[in-house]
Protein backbone atom coordinates (compact mmCIF):
# COMPACT_ATOMS: atom_id res chain seq x y z
CA UNK A 1 0.00 0.00 0.00
CA UNK A 2 1.68 3.81 -1.21
CA UNK A 3 -0.64 5.83 0.05
CA UNK A 4 0.07 10.02 0.71
CA UNK A 5 0.22 11.35 4.53
CA UNK A 6 -2.83 13.55 3.74
CA UNK A 7 -4.98 10.36 2.28
CA UNK A 8 -3.72 8.33 5.67
CA UNK A 9 -5.02 11.24 8.01
CA UNK A 10 -8.27 11.61 5.76
CA UNK A 11 -8.88 7.88 5.98
CA UNK A 12 -8.12 7.79 9.37
CA UNK A 13 -10.49 10.63 10.02
CA UNK A 14 -13.53 9.05 8.88
CA UNK A 15 -13.13 5.92 9.92
CA UNK A 16 -12.86 7.35 13.70
CA UNK A 17 -16.13 9.18 12.94
CA UNK A 18 -17.77 6.06 11.57
CA UNK A 19 -16.75 3.85 14.78
CA UNK A 20 -17.86 6.79 16.77
CA UNK A 21 -20.91 7.24 15.24
CA UNK A 22 -21.70 3.30 15.03
CA UNK A 23 -21.45 3.72 18.81
CA UNK A 24 -24.30 6.82 19.05
CA UNK A 25 -21.66 8.99 20.32
CA UNK A 26 -21.01 12.54 19.44
CA UNK A 27 -17.87 13.92 19.48
CA UNK A 28 -18.18 15.82 22.68
CA UNK A 29 -19.06 12.41 24.41
CA UNK A 30 -16.10 11.04 22.91
CA UNK A 31 -13.93 13.52 23.76
CA UNK A 32 -15.44 13.43 27.38
CA UNK A 33 -14.82 9.05 27.66
CA UNK A 34 -10.99 9.98 26.43
CA UNK A 35 -10.54 12.72 28.63
CA UNK A 36 -9.12 15.14 25.31
CA UNK A 37 -10.89 18.40 23.85
CA UNK A 38 -13.69 18.08 21.91
CA UNK A 39 -11.39 20.21 19.26
CA UNK A 40 -9.27 17.35 19.27
CA UNK A 41 -11.48 14.68 17.85
CA UNK A 42 -13.16 17.69 15.68
CA UNK A 43 -9.77 18.27 13.80
CA UNK A 44 -9.06 14.29 13.56
CA UNK A 45 -11.82 13.70 11.94
CA UNK A 46 -11.65 16.10 9.25
CA UNK A 47 -7.12 15.69 9.16
CA UNK A 48 -6.15 18.92 10.60
CA UNK A 49 -4.04 17.06 12.91
CA UNK A 50 -1.81 14.40 13.36
CA UNK A 51 -2.45 12.98 16.68
CA UNK A 52 -0.41 10.98 18.64
CA UNK A 53 -0.70 7.04 19.65
CA UNK A 54 -1.54 8.39 23.01
CA UNK A 55 -4.44 9.87 21.82
CA UNK A 56 -5.70 7.02 19.43
CA UNK A 57 -5.12 4.60 21.94
CA UNK A 58 -7.60 7.11 24.69
CA UNK A 59 -9.57 6.56 21.48
CA UNK A 60 -9.29 3.16 20.89
CA UNK A 61 -10.12 1.96 24.32
CA UNK A 62 -13.50 4.65 24.55
CA UNK A 63 -14.80 3.18 21.40
CA UNK A 64 -14.28 -0.68 22.94
CA UNK A 65 -11.91 -1.77 20.02
CA UNK A 66 -8.18 -2.62 19.98
CA UNK A 67 -6.01 -0.20 18.79
CA UNK A 68 -5.06 -1.11 15.32
CA UNK A 69 -8.87 -1.63 14.60
CA UNK A 70 -8.44 2.02 14.19
CA UNK A 71 -6.06 1.76 11.37
CA UNK A 72 -8.00 -0.75 9.65
CA UNK A 73 -9.79 0.62 6.88
CA UNK A 74 -9.16 0.79 3.19
CA UNK A 75 -7.55 3.52 1.62
CA UNK A 76 -9.92 5.23 -1.11
Avoid: W, Y
Avoid at 43 to 70: D, H, M, S, Y
Wanted: glycine share 6%; hydrophobic share 40%.
Amino acid sequence: MNISEETFLVNLGIHVRQLREKRGLSQQGLADDCNIDKSQIARLEVAKVNTGIKTLFKIANALGIEPKELLDFHSK
